[in-house]
């Protein structure tokens, strides 16, 4: 058996540099040394703990780790600086927990306007949380007021080994009473040192270091790739959940680039390989727009590889794909209407108003109060609280209005189908009434916040054991953040049949975005009242969240007109750093001039619309605030700020109230696309 070889993120990010021609030579230098083959072979440093081999007659070394069968990758560059990587770095492995740290720091270095994170990774701990680790109240002051990883580990591999790999684990957020256990366990028994090979599969390296697949094809896919083609990135706060056993539905929570996509992606491939291993149906893994479900199946891929066996068991879909399916199951021949039938159904609908309301009003009526609230018939309708609508109606009025939505729906069905709405309604109530078996053992949601009310009864039903009239074991997992509800009003979970009561989680870190833009992200929706989706959750501000990069805080910038913010834009890019760049605006009107003046100077530009791509390629992608979701990009701009109105336009179909927070969030969601640099953008 040849060696077993792992690579760090180190390893990866000096990967990245290199061009095609080099990374061949790397791959061809590991598989033979994977080999064992003559002609590469590792070197003991001089000047440090590592090992090296060389890459193409040496041009290149490669600075690795090895204990045992075991190969850990750290860099690759050329000869001499190399070696002078190695110099300044080291390994350091505390329990199973190894991280590469810089020793000296580099002179050449250029300065960055960085900011650290805050608070630290402690900063959330009570100083009598400490005490359970032996560890006094100066220290906790001092422990709490680390700034990041990087130095608490510095402090870290200063202590006794169970308390550094308890206050190590704090730091990576596992609940203090798992890390009591453990402490106490390894105070009262003598374990074994970790070997470098339980260090590498231990989740507390998952988001550091991860194992080449074997096979000089998948090692070859693995290294030629970027980081996304061969890791989805795995946090050990993140891994905790994926095999969770929970007694019903479980709620996963946390902000943008918290990793909550990923969570359902293993969740999904947990619950089909272990937890539902015996049952026969599928696991749906679902999103509620079609590019989502494109970027997530990508993804599934890249977790699972190309062809594996476990793929055919987990289902990737629209919930609008779910419920034509179960719909079909049922034998009934409910079709989703056409984007230009649903207007022709409600232009028919109104021809029975009588209160002067417009079809915005209507169709906002049917969202609101009818979905809502589950108020099909007029009887409910009639009777129920209308709280957010902006207009109080009388009796006789609300009969009015029910006469069109009634009349709404007669037209629908001689079009011979129903709108989103109306599809998830119908299957939901074939499940309920057992027109239709549910066909999947299991559904893991994500982008929760933006299922509407009957989306989510429609999950209710399909994990409903129909013996108890209860949700089955872990049969549903929700995951999202209220706070990037930009499509649908909030709605209590327990309202549409769903108890998450005692089985609801939070993930704190942010991966993508930097502390400086999370922190001004946070600021804009920080006066918003805690979401359905959080409601039994602090409100904002959790000391435990933060983002795991520092940086530079947001850019303003006013501009005398559109066409001065458009060659701003333009010149930015032409001298950033970073070949890929997202423009928003809050509607496609704003993006016009930015579009324009780019053409113009043949910079790369494209618009996305539609069921486009989910990930910017390089160049300029130019996005309306509502179609960044599930978009990010190392460069954010949002244009036209101005035109992000907090105050609510005469016709919109909802109160004041609920469209400031609506706004609110689209700026949220905007800011939070970004994942190192990010401008907001105004005209007077």
Same mark, same amino acid.
């Given at each position: 058996?040849?060696?077993?070889?792992?690579?760090?993120?180190?390893?990866?990010?000096?990967?990245? /540099?290199?061009?095609?021609?080099?990374?061949?030579?790397?791959?061809?230098?590991?598989?033979?040394?994977?080999? @064992?083959?003559?002609?590469?072979?590792?070197?003991?440093?001089?000047?440090?703990?590592?090992?090296?081999?060389?890459?193409?007659?040496?041009?290149?070394?490669?600075?690795?780790? %090895?204990?045992?069968?075991?190969?850990?990758?750290?860099?690759?560059?050329?000869?001499?600086?190399?070696?002078?990587?190695?110099?300044?770095?080291?390994?350091?492995?505390?329990?199973?927990?190894?991280?590469?740290?810089?020793?000296?720091?580099?002179?050449?270095?250029?300065?960055?306007?960085?900011?650290?994170?805050?608070?630290?990774?402690?900063?959330?701990?009570?100083?009598?949380?400490?005490?359970? +680790?032996?560890?006094?109240? !100066?220290?906790?002051?001092?422990?709490?007021?680390?700034?990041?990883?990087?130095?608490?580990?510095?402090?870290?591999?200063?202590?006794?080994?169970?308390?550094?790999?308890?206050?190590?684990?704090?730091?990576?957020?596992?609940?203090?009473?798992?890390?009591?256990?453990?402490?106490?366990?390894?105070?009262?028994?003598?374990?074994?040192?970790?070997?470098? $090979?339980?260090?590498?599969?231990?989740?507390?390296?998952?988001?550091?270091?991860?194992?080449?697949?074997?096979?000089?094809?998948?090692?070859?896919?693995?290294?030629?790739?970027?980081?996304?083609?061969?890791?989805?990135?795995?946090?050990?706060?993140?891994?905790?959940?994926?095999?969770?056993?929970?007694?019903?539905?479980? !709620?996963?929570?946390?902000?943008?680039?918290?990793?909550?996509?990923?969570?359902?992606?293993?969740?999904?491939?947990?619950?089909?390989?272990?937890?539902?291993?015996?049952?026969?149906?599928?696991?749906?893994?679902?999103?509620?727009?079609?590019?989502?479900?494109?970027?997530?199946?990508? %993804?599934?891929?890249?977790?699972?590889?190309?062809?594996?066996?476990?793929?055919?068991?987990?289902?990737? !879909?629209?919930?609008?794909?779910?419920?034509?399916?179960?719909?079909?199951?049922?034998?009934?021949?409910?079709?989703?209407?056409?984007?230009?039938?649903?207007?022709?159904?409600?232009e028919e609908a109104m021809q029975k108003? =009588?209160?002067?309301?417009?079809?915005?009003?209507?169709?906002?009526?049917?969202?609101?109060?009818?979905? !809502?609230?589950?108020?099909? =018939?007029?009887?409910?309708?009639?009777?129920?609280?209308?709280?957010?609508?902006?207009?109080?109606?009388?009796?006789?009025?609300?009969?009015?209005?029910?006469?069109?939505?009634?009349?709404?729906?007669?037209?629908?069905?001689?079009?011979?189908?129903?709108?989103?709405?109306?599809?998830?309604?119908?299957?939901?109530?074939?499940?309920?009434?057992?027109?239709?078996?549910?066909?999947?053992?299991?559904?893991?949601?994500? #982008?929760?916040?933006?299922?509407?009310?009957?989306?989510?009864?429609? +999950?209710? #039903?399909?994990v409903r054991d129909p013996s108890t @009239?209860?949700?089955?074991?872990?049969?549903?997992?929700?995951?999202?953040?209220?706070?990037?509800?930009?499509?649908?009003?909030?709605?209590?979970?327990?309202?549409?049949?769903?108890?998450?009561?005692?089985?609801?989680?939070?993930?704190?870190?942010?991966?993508?975005?930097?502390?400086?833009?999370?922190?001004?992200?946070?600021?804009?929706?920080?006066?918003?009242?805690?979401?359905?989706?959080?409601?039994?959750?602090?409100?904002?501000?959790?000391?435990?969240?933060?983002?795991?990069? @520092? @940086?530079?805080?947001?850019?303003?910038?006013?501009?005398?007109?559109?066409?001065?913010?458009?060659?701003?834009?333009?010149?930015?890019? $032409?001298?950033?750093?970073?070949?890929?760049?997202?423009?928003?605006?809050?509607?496609?009107?704003?993006?016009?001039?930015?579009?324009?003046?780019? =053409?113009r100077r043949a910079i790369p530009s494209?618009?996305?619309?539609?069921?486009? #791509?989910?990930?910017?390629?390089?160049? &300029?992608?130019?996005?309306?605030?509502?179609?960044?979701?599930?978009? #990010?990009?190392?460069?954010? &701009?949002?244009?036209?700020?101005?035109?992000?109105?907090?105050? /609510?336009?005469?016709?919109?179909?909802?109160?004041?109230?609920?469209?400031?927070? %609506?706004?609110?969030?689209?700026?949220?969601?905007?800011?939070?696309?970004?994942?190192?640099?990010?401008?907001?953008?105004?005209?007077?």
């Amino acid at each position: 058996m040849g060696l077993e070889v792992a690579m760090a993120d180190t390893f990866q990010r000096a990967m990245s /540099k290199l061009d095609a021609t080099s990374v061949k030579h790397v791959l061809d230098a590991i598989t033979k040394l994977q080999s @064992g083959h003559g002609s590469v072979r590792l070197h003991a440093l001089e000047k440090s703990p590592h090992k090296s081999f060389g890459v193409n007659r040496n041009a290149l070394r490669i600075i690795c780790r %090895q204990e045992g069968e075991q190969l850990l990758l750290l860099w690759v560059d050329a000869h001499d600086d190399a070696y002078r990587w190695a110099e300044r770095h080291q390994v350091i492995q505390i329990g199973p927990v190894i991280r590469i740290v810089e020793t000296v720091e580099d002179e050449a270095k250029p300065e960055t306007q960085e900011v650290a994170a805050a608070p630290g990774p402690l900063a959330y701990l009570r100083p009598k949380d400490l005490r359970h +680790f032996e560890i006094g109240a !100066r220290a906790a002051r001092l422990l709490r007021s680390v700034r990041d990883e990087d130095e608490l580990l510095e402090l870290a591999y200063q202590l006794r080994e169970p308390i550094a790999s308890a206050i190590l684990a704090l730091g990576d957020q596992r609940p203090l009473d798992e890390v009591v256990r453990d402490y106490e366990a390894s105070e009262s028994s003598a374990r074994p040192a970790t070997t470098l $090979a339980e260090a590498l599969r231990a989740p507390e390296n998952s988001h550091h270091i991860s194992i080449l697949p074997p096979g000089e094809d998948a090692l070859a896919r693995a290294l030629s790739g970027s980081l996304e083609d061969w890791q989805v990135f795995l946090h050990p706060s993140q891994h905790r959940l994926v095999a969770k056993d929970v007694a019903g539905p479980m !709620r996963i929570t946390g902000g943008p680039g918290t990793g909550k996509t990923v969570v359902c992606l293993h969740r999904a491939r947990h619950l089909a390989e272990s937890t539902f291993a015996e049952d026969a149906r599928p696991i749906l893994l679902t999103v509620f727009s079609k590019p989502l479900a494109k970027r997530i199946r990508a %993804q599934l891929v890249q977790l699972c590889g190309e062809g594996a066996p476990v793929l055919d068991r987990i289902s990737v !879909r629209t919930v609008v794909g779910v419920a034509q399916d179960i719909l079909r199951s049922a034998g009934r021949d409910d079709v989703f209407l056409a984007r230009e039938d649903v207007p022709a159904a409600w232009e028919e609908a109104m021809q029975k108003e =009588t209160l002067g309301f417009p079809r915005s009003f209507y169709a906002a009526e049917r969202q609101e109060v009818l979905a !809502r609230h589950d108020a099909w =018939t007029e009887t409910r309708y009639l009777g129920q609280s209308r709280s957010g609508r902006g207009s109080r109606l009388s009796r006789k009025q609300r009969k009015a209005v029910w006469a069109v939505l009634e009349a709404f729906e007669a037209a629908c069905r001689r079009r011979g189908g129903v709108d989103r709405v109306g599809l998830a309604r119908e299957a939901a109530r074939v499940l309920a009434s057992g027109e239709a078996v549910a066909p999947y053992a299991a559904v893991v949601v994500d #982008e929760a916040q933006d299922c509407s009310p009957v989306d989510l009864r429609l +999950f209710a #039903e399909l994990v409903r054991d129909p013996s108890t @009239g209860e949700a089955r074991a872990n049969a549903l997992t929700l995951a999202g953040d209220g706070y990037q509800r930009i499509f649908e009003r909030p709605v209590p979970l327990t309202h549409c049949g769903i108890d998450i009561r005692g089985r609801s989680w939070r993930l704190h870190l942010n991966y993508r975005t930097t502390e400086p833009i999370r922190r001004e992200a946070i600021a804009v929706i920080q006066s918003l009242p805690p979401d359905a989706l959080h409601e039994d959750e602090p409100a904002q501000g959790d000391p435990r969240d933060r983002s795991l990069r @520092g @940086g530079a805080p947001p850019i303003h910038e006013t501009f005398p007109d559109d066409a001065a913010e458009a060659a701003w834009v333009a010149d930015r890019y $032409a001298t950033e750093d970073a070949d890929t760049w997202l423009v928003l605006a809050r509607t496609n009107d704003g993006l016009d001039a930015a579009e324009a003046e780019l =053409t113009r100077r043949a910079i790369p530009s494209r618009r996305l619309t539609g069921d486009d #791509e989910t990930m910017p390629r390089p160049g &300029v992608a130019l996005a309306t605030l509502h179609r960044a979701k599930g978009l #990010e990009a190392p460069r954010v &701009v949002i244009v036209g700020a101005q035109r992000v109105p907090m105050r /609510k336009p005469p016709d919109a179909p909802m109160d004041a109230e609920a469209w400031r927070q %609506q706004e609110m969030s689209l700026m949220y969601v905007g800011m939070t696309r970004a994942r190192d640099w990010c401008a907001v953008t105004r005209v007077k």
